[in-house]
């Protein structure tokens, strides 16, 4: 094999362990939370929000379940209003208010995609 060639193959040879090199610095996301529901690439923690309010009052019960059944279906707006209504409750306990910040923090990006050009 001549000298050019060899050194075309090495050049090759050395983009190519690159290129896979750089395929594993990739971030790793964690995975998904058991029963979390996957919108868009986003993973909106709805068990959790709905184990915070197991042994709440049963109106707070209501609108956890309202919450559910607007993401499930898509309705991410009236689940925002309801999150909002739901963070300026006064009960809430700090893990209700994080449960409930974390889940519409969630759902505001999964607005946001969906409004982007390409969303849904």
Not at 27 to 36: F, H, V, Y
Request: glycine share 8%; aromatic share 4%; net charge positive.
């Amino acid at each position: 094999m001549n000298l050019a060639r060899r050194a075309k193959v090495l050049v090759l040879g050395l983009f190519a362990g690159g290129v896979f090199a750089l395929q594993g610095c990739k971030k790793a996301e964690p995975p998904p939370p058991p029963g979390a529901l996957q919108m868009l690439g986003v993973n909106v923690d709805l068990p959790r929000l709905e184990q915070e309010f197991q042994n709440a009052s049963p109106e707070l019960q209501i609108v956890v379940q309202e919450i559910k059944r607007e993401c499930r279906t898509w309705q991410l707006a009236k689940a925002g209003l309801a999150l909002e209504t739901l963070a300026n409750n006064p009960s809430l306990t700090e893990s209700q208010k994080k449960a409930v910040s974390e889940v519409a923090g969630q759902v505001n990006r999964v607005s946001a995609k969906r409004t982007a050009p390409g969303g849904r």
